[in-house]
């Protein structure tokens, strides 16, 4: 069952001699469950690719449909619920709130949502993550790699529609990388997730179901890797 569909994605920046065209007509699609790997060079495209399925970017045209809706027509307060329903982002920098808990932490598009957190669902995702003893610290109280699973947990929470990592491995040592891209890959088959990485790492990418090649803001090649 088709989650994502990418219809001719366009992203410019800047006009006249500062023109800089990020992404040139981007299309293709992905099936629920399915986990894609997009790769290319700095300045590629890949991260803005990313930030606009994600919601977080707009595209200059083009459309972004994730299960038959179309994101960029809905009004700012509709893409804001929509953002924190139906997609779970991962960045490089965890990019968690200091002065909230590792609990509070993996629960605020909950709480931000107004919804009650299922306790059962919250306990599973701590033991998933070994995260269950750090539940009351700090994230200055955590290492590199806690913190980035404190980041998926958050990502997790929801049961999003996508989960969307940006370089979850760039701010972190080999060994705690490879224990984060494991810990994706059983979100992705444990919770039947849909997950899209963005990755210079060859080796990652490798894991992956499919690989889209991207440079110069244009898909160079789409490859599936394993059915």
Request: aromatic share 4%; charged share 20%.
């Amino acid at each position: 069952m088709e989650i994502l569909r990418v219809e001719n994605l366009s992203k410019i920046y800047g006009q006249g001699e500062t023109t800089v065209k990020a992404l040139d007509n981007v299309s293709f699609s992905v099936e629920k469950g399915e986990f894609l790997a997009i790769i290319g060079p700095s300045g590629s495209g890949k991260s803005t690719l990313l930030h606009i399925v994600g919601g977080v970017d707009t595209p200059t045209s083009g459309k972004v449909f994730v299960e038959n809706t179309d994101v960029y027509a809905l009004d700012e307060t509709q893409l804001a619920i929509f953002r924190r329903r139906q997609i779970g982002l991962i960045y490089q920098f965890y990019n968690l709130i200091p002065v909230l808990s590792v609990e509070e932490n993996i629960t605020l598009p909950l709480l931000l949502d107004g919804r009650t957190v299922d306790q059962g669902q919250l306990d599973e995702i701590a033991n998933t993550l070994n995260l269950a003893d750090r539940l009351n610290y700090l994230p200055n109280q955590l290492s590199g790699g806690q913190q980035q699973r404190v980041s998926i947990g958050r990502a997790l929470i929801n049961n999003p529609a996508l989960v969307l990592a940006d370089e979850p491995t760039g701010n972190l040592d080999s060994k705690n990388g490879a224990e984060i891209v494991k810990l994706l890959k059983l979100s992705n088959k444990k919770y039947n997730q849909t997950l899209i990485i963005i990755t210079h790492d060859e080796s990652i990418a490798l894991q992956a179901d499919r690989i889209i090649s991207i440079e110069d803001g244009r898909i160079v090649k789409n490859e599936v890797i394993r059915r």
